[in-house]
Nanobody
Framework: QVHVVESGGGLVQAGGSLRLSCAAS????????IGWYRQAPGKQRDLVAV???????TYAESVKGRFTISRDNAKNTVYLQMNSLKPDDTAVYYC?????????????WGQGTQVTVSS
């Protein structure tokens, strides 16, 4: 199985930057994708960015050009660099890992980290 832990959230002014980290542990060789999702109060949890095993990535339209997802395979860690932050980016950010588990896929979520952007 795989476990993930997020870190790096906090309070920042609009226009500022933050970097989130997602550290994976356990059967990391079975990882397929790691993604970042966010959930604002009263809203659904939405995909922000995801990075695949081949190194390619996908972003939500709302963060393209501002956020960058990357990974350090040696540390089993995925980062989300967030620049030009806006108040609308305020949410709890969750790391999600999809991994191979026997003959099927499984996923796990982190506990979330709060990002608050003040205007």
């Amino acid at each position: 199985q795989v476990h993930v832990v997020e870190s790096g959230g906090g309070l920042v002014q609009a226009g500022g930057s933050l970097r989130l980290s997602c550290a994976a542990s356990g059967s990391t060789s079975s990882l397929r994708t790691i993604g970042w999702y966010r959930q604002a109060p009263g809203k659904q949890r939405d995909l922000v960015a995801v990075i695949y095993n081949d190194g390619t990535s996908t972003y939500a339209e709302s963060v393209k050009g501002r956020f960058t997802i990357s990974r350090d395979n040696a540390k089993n860690t995925v980062y989300l660099q967030m620049n030009s932050l806006k108040p609308d980016d305020t949410a709890v950010y969750y790391c999600n890992a999809v991994y191979q588990y026997w003959a099927s896929r499984a996923q796990t979520w982190g506990q979330g980290t709060q990002v608050t952007v003040s205007s």
